[in-house]
Structure formats: C-alpha cells, structure tokens
C-alpha cells in the first residue's frame, strides 16, 4: 500500500473516534485520601485538559479483592469508556493491581505496557522493568467495552503514560470499542 492510501485508511480509522471520552479513576494506596491523590488529580486534569470528562474518582486500598469490586463497579457504569487505575502496580508484596485488574480484562493491549516501559527506561533507566503496568479491553455485561489502564502510582509515572500515550489514543481506543462493523 503506498502512503497515501495508508494515510487514507488511518484518517478513516480514526474518524470513528468521539471528540470526548467518559472516564473513572480509580486510586489503590493503603495511605492516600482523595486530598492527598496526587496523581488521581494529575490523570484527571490532563483528561480533562483534553477534553474529556471524570465522572467517578475512588481510592481503594491495595486489597486485591476490593480492587476487583471498585473496578468492576467502574466498568459497569454505562457512562464510563475508559478506566484509569494508578498505583499497586510494582513488585513489592502489597501490590496487587496487576492481579485485580487483569481478570477482568477480555483482550490485553501488550503494546501500552512495552511502549510504558520503554519510555520509563529513557527516564529512569533500568528501574522501569520493575512496573507492570498494562492495558486492556474489560467487557460489560451488556456486551460493550470500556478500555482499563493499570499504571504506576508515582506522578512521573503517570505523566509518562497519560501524555505519551493515554491522551493521544484514549477517543481513538473508545471510537474502536464503539464500532459496530
């Protein structure tokens, strides 16, 4: 395909993305409150810098279970497209993000995580490999979906993943999940 014509198909790709997107952000931390969430406020103004809206923000302690049920809740909602997660995303023994949110996932997107990664080791270096941060598709019951990101809970994290790659793509992602053809 020359160049053009790809352009043409990426243009018509894109053109199924909504100008702005209905978010929830979910915080897992044994310590903060919604006063102290630095980066639940950091994801939600560049959300909504970009036009797009925050309809739930929770803190959840790093309880796999509790995770699971504030995340199920969000993706539920009909209004919610998006799910934003930060924190509990590491490898100390306490973190258990990952764990929560990957069983509700139907189909993982692997390139947020790889590409997370690579920008964090430009960074920080070699630290990066201890995030798991993911991605994915989690189905609601009646059949629609709403894309999840799982990402660290520092505030250099967040940036890196919100201005990157989360912001760039979310209406493109949630224009997919909408197409019916």
């Known amino acids: 395909m020359s160049s053009e014509g790809h352009d043409d198909a990426a243009h018509q ?3 199924y993305a909504p100008d702005s997107v209905t978010c929830a952000v979910i915080t897992v931390s044994d310590s903060r409150t919604l006063q102290q969430d630095k980066s639940g406020d950091l994801i939600q103004a560049l959300l ?3 036009g797009h809206r925050v309809v ?3 803190i959840v302690r790093d309880e796999r279970d509790e995770i699971r049920a504030l995340a199920s809740a969000a993706i539920e909602r009909s ?9 509990g995303t590491g490898v100390a023994p306490r973190d258990c993000t990952i764990e929560a949110v990957e069983s509700l996932l139907q189909k993982a997107l692997p390139g947020f995580g ?5 920008f964090s080791f430009d960074e920080i270096g070699a630290a ?3 995030s798991r941060a993911t991605a994915g598709v989690a189905l609601r019951a009646d059949g629609s ?5 799982a990402m660290p809970g ?3 994290g967040v940036r890196t993943a919100m201005e990157r790659l989360i912001v760039p793509e979310l209406a493109h992602l949630v224009g997919q999940l909408r197409r019916t053809n």
């Open 79 to 87: 209004d919610v497209d998006a799910l934003l997660v930060t924190g």
């Open 154 to 156: 520092s505030s250099g």
């Open 56 to 58: 739930e923000r929770g």
């Open 13 to 15: 790709h894109r053109s």
């Open 114 to 118: 790889e590409l997370f990664r690579q």
């Open 128 to 130: 990066a490999m201890l």
């Open 145 to 149: 979906g709403a894309v999840v990101f």
């Open 48 to 50: 909504e810098a970009a």
